[in-house]
């Protein structure tokens, strides 16, 4: 069990409950690309998690949008939920605005 908590892979696990095939190859093409698009920075180990956050939150906005996982009840909620993840987005620009400024 304690390699399991040295080991991030675990965390960058789609939960089951997205079944649609397009979404869960999507997330995993938004880690891969999100962490390439950062693989010249040191990353800790929260800065990585929010790149797991931000595609799994993703994910999770694209399927309520199309009525799965239960839907948005009503354009205040999926107001809400965007502005949460482009929260998220936003703090992962400026980590990497931050390390360009500084070249």
């Not at 991030?8 to 089951?16: G, I, M, S, T, W």
Request: charged share 25%; proline share 3%.
């Amino acid at each position: 069990m304690a390699a399991d908590l040295r080991d991030l892979d675990a965390a960058f696990e789609l939960p089951e409950v997205v079944t649609d095939p397009k979404l869960r190859a999507l997330y995993e093409v938004l880690v891969a690309r999100m962490c390439a698009e950062a693989a010249h920075l040191p990353m800790t180990t929260v800065q990585l998690l929010l790149i797991e956050r931000i595609a799994f939150n993703y994910i999770v906005l694209r399927s309520k949008e199309r009525g799965e996982l239960g839907g948005f009840a009503h354009a205040n909620v999926q107001k809400d939920y965007n502005s949460f993840w482009l929260s998220m987005t936003a703090e992962f620009n400026r980590l990497l605005g931050r390390h360009e400024g500084a070249n």
